[in-house]
């Protein structure tokens, strides 16, 4: 098993630019999260999805969008790329049954400097 | 709610104990503990559960007093390898959200 793996590992992107981050499962989770971290800060929730076709924002969502079509994918979208929006971006999924919500897998993360 | 996480920062020499606290003003069903080794990915450490149930990989205890609503990390005999930042996390509102962190160093 990959477990959670993102594409791309670094990107640049200048201002106003739009891109894509890539986020694949195998291990048949239905949550899956985006989480931006700036240097030395922790992690903040930017959307989540509890199963496909399901998405709800989190802490931080403006300048962002996601889809959850499948079970295995949570791509997020960043439009209009601001300064603000450099950081480190990591991916995540568990299974969660009723309330009880099992260990998070992260991907190893897309470093995203906007210039 | 964010979790609270104290000491802020923690320096240990090798071989010596360390406790991490993480507080919440919410009651708690569950609490999350993960840590962070710099330039890489979140990885998880422990979950404790309401009732006493813990699951855990690593050889770390923690403990979880849901009265207080609090849970704490205990660290014994670090290791160089136990550097890095630790995350609690807990659930609220369907999803999980992380405290700030406590970066703790050991030192040989």
């Known amino acids: 098993n990959a477990g959670v793996t993102q594409t791309p590992k670094f990107r640049i992107l200048k201002i106003g630019q739009s891109m894509t981050l890539q986020c694949t499962q195998d291990m048949n989770h239905n949550y899956m999260y985006w989480y931006r971290q700036d240097p030395g800060m922790g992690l903040k929730l930017i959307y989540y999805s509890v199963g496909a076709g399901i998405t709800d924002k989190g802490e931080v969502p403006n300048g962002y969008n996601v889809s959850r079509s499948t079970t295995e994918d949570f791509p997020l979208r960043l439009e209009l790329a601001a300064p603000s929006q450099t950081s480190v971006y990591f991916c995540a999924s568990s299974q969660v049954v009723g309330r009880v919500h099992n260990e998070q897998f992260f991907g190893p993360g897309t470093r995203l400097t906007v210039l | 709610q964010q979790p609270v996480q104290s000491p802020q920062a923690v320096i240990l020499r090798e071989g010596e104990d360390a406790v991490i606290n993480c507080s919440s003003s919410k009651a708690l069903y569950s609490v999350h503990w993960y840590r962070q080794k710099h330039g890489e990915a979140p990885v998880f450490l422990m979950i404790?559960?309401?009732?006493?149930e813990q699951k855990g990989h690593e050889k770390i205890s923690a403990s979880f007093n849901e009265k207080k609503q609090q849970s704490s990390l205990y660290l014994t005999a670090s290791q160089l390898s136990y550097s890095g930042t630790y995350f609690c996390g807990n659930v609220a509102n369907s999803k999980l959200t992380f405290g700030k962190g406590i970066t703790l160093s050991v030192r040989p």
């Open positions: 404790l559960l309401k009732g006493g």
